[in-house]
Structure formats: structure tokens, C-alpha cells
């Protein structure tokens, strides 16, 4: 079995900066592929972020609409994964997910492949 508990979460004004946090225990500790999701009403669950590690070799992915505020880091000491999202915008508030990937050779850019799941943390910015 596998945990994915993501915290960080919150309410901050727009312009602001906000960090996720994901810690990985059990089988998802160990995971290579890793990612951050959300899914605002009506809409279908995106993927925002994703890292794959492979010894020194790290990998990673940013949708279109997230590139240049936001970045993915790990810490494997940790099992921890980061977001860091600067210049928040209104548009961004929703419930981000953490999901992990056991098998994936590389970044994991679809959400419907990932094998497990946070329970997710909201995310509001106020305008």
C-alpha cells in the first residue's frame, strides 16, 4: 500500500506565491514518476506538473497555462514533492492533487495513468 498526503493548501490574494507539499509513504515512497493535477468545476482533472527522477537525471513537465510560475521539486530524503506556484491568479483555484506513477520510464503527463492519488489540498486566490 501507498499514502500520498498533500498539504500547503490555502487562501492567499492574487500575485501571491504558495507552496504544495507531498509526502509520499509506503510503496509511493519509492515512486519515480510523480505529478500535481487539479480539476476545476466542469472541467476534466489536468495535469499542471510532473518529475521523474532516474538517478542524477531529473525530468519534468508543465502544462501550457502553468509554465514559468510554477516548479516541481523533490526531495528524496524526504519522499516529498513540491509546488511551488508564484503569481497566483483567480483561475488557479481549485483542489490540486498529488498522484504517483510506480512504473512510468518517463514523465507522466496524462492523469488518467497515474496509480495513486492525495486527498487533495484546495487552493483559493482571491482577486
Known amino acids: 500500500q501507498g499514502q500520498l498526503v498533500e498539504s500547503g493548501g490555502g487562501l492567499v490574494q492574487a500575485g501571491a506565491p504558495l507552496r504544495l507539499c507531498c509526502a509520499a509513504?509506503?510503496?509511493?515512497?519509492?515512486?519515480?514518476?510523480m505529478g500535481w493535477c487539479r480539476q476545476a468545476p466542469g472541467r476534466e482533472r489536468e495535469v499542471v506538473a510532473a518529475i521523474r527522477w532516474s538517478g542524477s537525471s531529473v525530468n519534468s513537465y508543465y502544462a501550457d497555462s502553468v509554465k514559468g510560475r510554477f516548479t516541481i521539486s523533490r526531495n528524496n530524503a524526504k519522499n516529498a514533492v513540491y509546488l511551488r506556484m508564484n503569481r497566483l491568479k483567480p483561475e488557479y483555484t481549485t483542489v490540486y492533487y498529488c498522484?504517483?506513477?510506480?512504473?512510468?520510464?518517463?514523465?507522466?503527463?496524462?492523469?488518467?495513468?497515474?496509480?495513486?492519488w492525495g486527498q487533495g489540498t484546495q487552493v483559493t486566490v482571491s482577486s
Open positions: 498522484a504517483a506513477d510506480l512504473k512510468a520510464r518517463a514523465v507522466v503527463t496524462s492523469h488518467t495513468a497515474y496509480d495513486y
Open positions: 509513504s509506503g510503496r509511493t515512497g519509492t515512486s519515480a514518476a
